[in-house]
């Protein structure tokens, strides 16, 4: 399967613990995106990187939040002192940069529960 | 600001009979809209877009949405539907030249009855 991948797809974690995902996204797509999905809402953007930069960042990406995509192919997401509102659904999502009318294409999520 | 409004958060159908999920938008520019659904425990995945072209657009199984710019609509409709079809639906926006940023509409929930 060549689509977009992410790991892992369950984290439970305590209050105050950090967690890092981990996505791998189609191999020729430049464009990278991480969005935040809570119970009963649409996705929300966090950030979006092209190759290895981090073009852009929602205000909703606290200081608690970072975001890597050190050689513009995987990307990681870490959260640090998690919180419970925190507990979300963590999707990642590429794109090409030829891709026309911004198409993206999504992995599967990362379901966390903060305890 | 660019943003998206669905109207109904769950609408239930028999199998056979038409879908209509309605999204209205609001964009200063001319946009980019897509519609996307959400199998349980599966990632979304694209259903049609528009991108300035024919308003008429097709997408996968069986769906299509019309781009009214006079009544900044985009619904997506089926003429019939299966029971395969029941999950969430998402209309998105993203403005012209935007490289990010999807902007999502809250969903709608297709129940289909046998």
């Known amino acids: 399967d060549t689509g977009v991948s992410q790991d892992p797809r369950h984290k439970i974690t305590k209050r105050g613990q950090n967690v890092t995902f981990r996505c791998d996204p189609i191999?020729?797509?430049?464009?990278l995106y991480w969005y935040r999905q809570t119970l009963g809402q649409g996705p929300e953007f966090l950030t979006y990187?092209?190759?290895?930069?981090?073009?852009?960042k929602s205000r909703l990406l606290s200081d608690r939040f970072s975001a890597e995509r050190p050689k513009g192919s995987f990307s990681t997401l870490e959260i640090q002192r998690t919180e419970q509102g925190d507990s979300a659904m963590y999707l990642c999502?590429?794109?090409?940069?030829?891709?026309?009318?911004?198409?993206?294409?999504f992995g599967p999520g990362t379901r966390l529960t903060v305890l | 600001a660019q943003s998206v409004t669905q109207l109904d958060s769950h609408v239930s159908v028999s199998e056979g009979t038409p879908v209509l999920l309605r999204c209205n938008y609001s964009?200063?520019?001319?946009?980019?809209l897509f519609w996307y659904v959400q199998h349980p425990n599966k990632g979304l995945q694209l259903l049609l877009k528009?991108?300035?072209?024919?308003?008429l657009v097709k997408g996968i199984n069986g769906f299509e949405a019309e781009f009214k710019k006079s009544e900044t609509s985009f619904h997506l409709t089926k003429p019939s539907a299966h029971m395969s079809d029941a999950a969430e639906y998402f209309c998105?926006?993203?403005?012209?030249?935007?490289?990010?940023?999807?902007?999502f509409g809250k969903g709608t929930k297709l129940s289909v009855k046998p």
């Open positions: 964009s200063s520019y001319s946009p980019s």
């Open positions: 528009y991108t300035s072209a024919a308003t």
């Open positions: 191999s020729e797509h430049n464009r």
């Open positions: 999502a590429s794109s090409s940069f030829s891709s026309s009318g911004g198409e993206q294409f």
């Open positions: 990187f092209q190759n290895e930069a981090q073009l852009e």
């Open positions: 998105v926006v993203t403005p012209w030249g935007s490289q990010g940023n999807l902007i």
